[in-house]
């Protein structure tokens, strides 16, 4: 019977947390990018860097908007660095962010800071 | 036995018991601290908690590959030990010539470490045209001395007069081992269980010789190949450690009563 109870219960959380991947699993990152005075920074590229077992490899880059904000979409990797540069600005140090699981949607706490020139 | 001295009992086996326990909570909270484990002084309460190294072990490698080829492994093994083991066993409590002689030929083949027989077992699964395969990684373990002989001390306990009948009653030899000793062996069993599947489950040397296909990795192969990849990752090494032990724990903890039975029964006789 402890065989049924410890399998049912295994079989309904690892359906449970199955589920939860499936709804969460779009592989977006979004943050924002501001400059060294903390003013939004408009056009900065934000690249998205893959951590493999040895390296970091670069998958996309994208453009921030109007008030600094950055989307990136299907992106799995679970373990990354992000990297904001701007012409007239230091890029921002490379920042390395983790994920539960692959493709999990992301909203960074900190903006990236550009370094002054 | 005197409070004071079941006290005094009780708190050795408790320290004793902590100090057995420390290398695998230390190993634990590493896997969850990713610390150095040089680090001077140690400390004792894991700080900044997270599963981030198990993330890593879940994508960075083939894990569930691994897994599954060591689930089909451990379970072509412990299916072979009980049937093995207890025809073996059951021969061995009946009466015929050369008993004494087989029994000691068995036991005597426990001294030989399995490192000394690797090559012709090697030879015989190539034979067989088994390398790189479950079967061929999981023939040198079908039947284990051990767990005859744990078997032989449950059937030995079985009154002779219930194999009897059963002989009356028109049981073939076989249906005496299903229906009559089986059922009266259960320790015996979870133990034949529990040995082999761990056993299986934390068989290296063998599977590295016989396994050439990565896809045909099992566990400990598969921490020896991360090893190689991630010498400087002390926190998910240490989190593919505990992927690993868990399921040998899970059952143990599931049967250890019997299995503490099973190695225990025949002790106490006469």
């Given at each position: 019977m402890r065989y049924v109870w410890v399998a049912a219960t295994l079989m309904l959380l690892i359906g449970g947390c199955n589920l939860w991947?499936?709804?969460?699993?779009?592989?977006?990152?979004?943050?924002?990018?501001?400059?060294?005075?903390?003013?939004p920074a408009v056009g900065a590229t934000v690249s998205f860097w893959e951590k493999t077992l040895t390296t970091l490899e670069r998958r996309a880059a994208t453009q921030t908007a109007s008030d600094g904000r950055f989307v990136l979409t299907g992106q799995p990797a679970h373990h990354f660095a992000l990297q904001a540069e701007k012409s007239g600005f230091d890029a921002s140090p490379r920042t390395l962010y983790r994920r539960y699981f692959r493709g999990q949607n992301l909203v960074l706490d900190e903006p990236l800071r550009l370094g002054a020139p | 036995m005197r409070p004071s001295r079941a006290a005094a009992v009780h708190a050795t086996l408790g320290a004793v018991s902590v100090v057995m326990l420390v290398p695998f909570y230390w190993v634990l909270k590493t896997s969850l601290?990713?610390?150095?484990?040089?680090?001077?002084?140690?400390a004792l309460l894991p700080r900044a908690m997270h599963p981030f190294y198990y993330v890593d072990v879940w994508y960075y490698i083939p894990f569930v590959r691994y897994v599954i080829n060591s689930v089909i492994v451990s379970a072509i093994v412990v299916a072979a030990n009980l049937v093995c083991n207890a025809l073996a066993a059951y021969a061995l409590t009946l009466r015929f010539r050369g008993k004494r002689a087989i029994v000691t030929l068995l036991l005597s083949c426990m001294l030989i470490p399995f490192q000394a027989t690797i090559i012709p077992a090697y030879l015989i699964t190539k034979e067989l045209h088994l390398l790189n395969s479950h079967l061929g990684l999981a023939l040198?373990?079908?039947?284990?001395?051990?767990?005859?002989?744990?078997?032989?001390?449950?059937?030995?306990?079985?009154?002779?007069?219930?194999?009897?009948?059963?002989?009356?009653?028109g049981l073939a030899e076989w249906r005496i081992i299903r229906h009559v000793m089986l059922p009266l062996s259960t320790s015996a069993v979870a133990t034949t269980v529990i040995l082999s599947f761990i056993w299986s489950w934390n068989s290296f040397l063998w599977p590295l010789i016989v396994i050439r296909n990565p896809e045909m990795q099992t566990l400990p192969l598969g921490l020896s190949t991360f090893l190689s990849y991630m010498e400087n990752t002390t926190g998910a090494l240490y989190a593919f450690c505990i992927m690993v032990l868990v399921p040998g724990v899970a059952l143990f903890l599931l049967e250890q009563r019997r299995f503490i039975d099973g190695l225990t029964s025949g002790a106490t006789k006469g």
């Open positions: 991947v499936a709804l969460h699993d779009d592989g977006v990152v979004s943050g924002r990018v501001v400059q060294p005075d903390g003013q | 601290t990713g610390e150095n484990i040089f680090q001077y002084p140690p040198p373990l079908c039947s284990t001395i051990v767990c005859i002989f744990v078997f032989k001390a449950s059937f030995d306990a079985v009154p002779r007069s219930l194999i009897d009948a059963a002989r009356i009653d």
